[in-house]
């Protein structure tokens, strides 16, 4: 399919883009465009207007904060994979963005655009995030700031406000991404992200799952540790079939294994980077 007819608007502060965004029926942000454009082009997505957010000052760069790394939303994900900050402190955050795609979708994606992602396509940095226990910012109409869990944005999404920044508490090395991917298009059939932590470790998935979603049930079984291949597996069997939505020829039971199998990767490689 080809493009439908919509109108474009470089904005050139954040307010003229809250106005536009909220004004104006049908308008989608344009950051990186290596999502929307596509599902544009495929008929699964629809826009009146495209307000173009790639210029904005301020929405982008990686700090250490009070609260944490502070990620500008339109910080490109090849910055991200990149990082020296975040490959020391939040590995699982690096990692998500370096299996995003190929070279120029990482060099034109952003964090923003790859947190905000809404559809039957599962993006790579979500369930980091989740696992990360991140923040997400967010600026709404009339300039309101407000700050979401990042498990918050992945099950409700945004609300109608912009992404400007992913804030991710530092943990060191203890911390770890996984993935399948589709050998076709690079989205996960299953990718997981996880954080030892002294009261466990956070798990996430996604791409096995309707969304990014925290797995409280396995974190709960497994408990202190040790995490061998087995007790994960185990933990696993133990979650409801039903949470796992088979697609493009994987069933239930496969997608269960398929995770179990890369959290228990994860949780070994997150081990081996304390030793």
């Known amino acids: ?38 599902a544009l082009r495929a008929g699964e ?52 963005a370096r299996a995003n795609g190929d070279p120029q979708v990482r060099n034109l994606g952003t964090a923003g655009g790859n947190l905000a992602v809404r559809g039957r396509r599962a993006t790579d940095l979500p369930v980091a995030a989740i ?40 943990a060191g090395p203890a911390a770890a991404f996984e993935k399948t991917a589709d050998r076709a298009t690079r989205h996960p059939v299953c990718a997981v992200a996880v954080r030892l932590t002294p009261g466990g470790p956070r798990i996430a998935v996604t791409g096995a799952t309707a969304g990014a979603l925290r797995l409280r049930g396995v974190e709960a079984r ?17 979650e409801p079939r039903e949470l796992f939505v088979p697609g493009r020829g994987t069933s ?14 994860a949780l070994q490689r997150a081990h081996r980077a304390l030793a």
Do not use: C, K, N
């Open 1 to 38: 399919m080809i493009l439908t007819d919509f109108d474009y608007v470089r904005p050139a502060d954040l307010a003229e883009a809250l106005a536009l965004l909220s004004g104006r029926p049908g308008a989608r942000v344009l950051a990186g465009g290596q999502s929307l454009l596509p």
């Open 45 to 96: 997505e629809s826009a009146r207007l495209l307000v173009d957010v790639r210029r904005l000052p301020g929405l982008r760069g990686i700090e250490r904060t009070a609260r944490g790394i502070r990620i500008g939303a339109l910080t490109p994900l090849a910055e991200l994979a990149a990082s020296p900050l975040l490959l020391a402190e939040a590995p699982e955050i690096a990692a998500a």
């Open 131 to 170: 696992a990360a226990d991140a923040a997400v910012e967010l600026a709404g109409p009339g300039g309101r700031r407000s700050t979401l869990p990042a498990e918050r944005l992945a099950a409700a999404g945004a609300g109608g406000a912009l992404i400007t920044a992913l804030v991710v508490p530092a």
């Open 222 to 238: 497994l408990g202190a540790g040790p995490y061998t291949t087995q007790d994960v597996l185990a933990a696993f069997r133990a």
């Open 252 to 265: 239930a039971e496969y997608l269960g294994h398929l995770a179990g199998v890369l959290t228990a990767r």
